[in-house]
């Protein structure tokens, strides 16, 4: 694990291809069959990228205090967006927009500081040796399951061919050697697609010593089963954080890619909460966005992404530098830490009527005050008994309140201790 990572907070998604002339859902259109696979494909002919400027993306993701990006390099559809030599599957030989788009994205980030993420997809519901072989069940009658009925995904029982899927494992490595020889300095690997084979059948150790050897810094998702380096929650919060390091990864509407109905984009202050609870376990966001086929993006979206970039900037000192903060129960919020674990921030989303409490504090803080303002607060702790501290009552007065969060700072002349006991019985 790079240091950089833990101490990124936000990362943005870019989910874009063929599947934004309609708005479909990004190859699970065909896969489900709410499309055809030929009407599917047929959007190649509308994919322009006539508007893609990913200088464009790069300036307003560095300004909402981003630290990497995460383009989908190829999605389950094997549609690449790049020249790959592997086949003639890409925007580069068969769409109108006629051009790699993967180089121009790599340098944007680079003028940017912002960490270069390529997402892959290690299944390809387009190639016509990935469904040639079944992942080993306990029981072979699993195999007449609705599980195994797709075509995209798998092929009969007694139609398995090892000898086609060692030739999509060449195909699939060939594609990963592209990606991590012919654009510099990758930064992360976001794998996708990997639930429909074994860790053995993708060979995923190999996989891994070959993509180090190719980029040794990058770092790796979970979705590279065993061998990756961090987990990636999607689309739910999780109550309790996952073990190292990791990163919830959500949409700013219910889509990752544009689709035109979906006009159910997440509020700022609904996507600040999400940031903070996240950062406060210490976890990183990673935030989607889903450009239209001209490779501009969608304004809403832009709006939500400022929104939350006002937010930080304003309580940056809260965001970066930072690790998980409170053990869940002794504030009703967000919190996070220092690195000297001396000063605590809470990050409280509803407006109180007089006061916010913490439980826990074995020392009280020396100050007490609202960060983005300065405004100090009055405190004082009522209660406590032997080792069980008291509670930590904070006077809120309504003018210093965040519309989308309040974050106050608590400063301690030592570093910060807190009690998780039972009390006296």
Sequence with gaps: MQQWFPDAKLGIFIHYGIYAVKGID?????????????????????????????????????????????????????????????????????????????????????????????????LDWSHPDYATILPKVDDPAEYRTARFSNRFAYCEPDKQDPARWKKFIQFHRQQLEELSTEFGKLDIYWFDGEWERDTEQFDMKGLRDQLQAWQPEAIFNSRLRDYGDYATPEQGIPIHPPTGPWEFCVTVNDSWGYQGQDTNHKSVRQIVRMFAETIGMGGNMLLDVGPYEDGSLQPEQIKRLEGLGDWIRKHSEAVYGTEAGLPPGLFYGASTLNKAKDTLYLMFFDKPFDQIAVKGLLKPPSKVSVVGSGAVLSHKTIGGLGETPGMLWIDVPEEVIDPNSTVLKLEFDHPIEVYLGAGRD
């Design 26 to 122: 990004e190859s699970w259109a065909f896969f489900n069959g709410k499309i055809g696979y030929e009407d599917y494909m047929a959007q190649k002919s509308g994919f322009t990228a006539s508007k893609y400027d990913p200088e464009v993306w790069a300036e307003l993701f560095e300004k909402v205090g981003a630290k990497y990006a995460v383009l989908t390099t190829k999605h389950h559809d094997g549609v690449a967006l790049w020249d790959t030599k592997a086949n003639d599957l890409s925007v580069v030989k068969q769409t109108p927009a006629g051009r790699d788009l993967l180089t121009p994205y790599v340098e944007a980030l680079r003028r940017h500081n912002l960490k270069v993420g390529f997402y892959f997809s290690h």
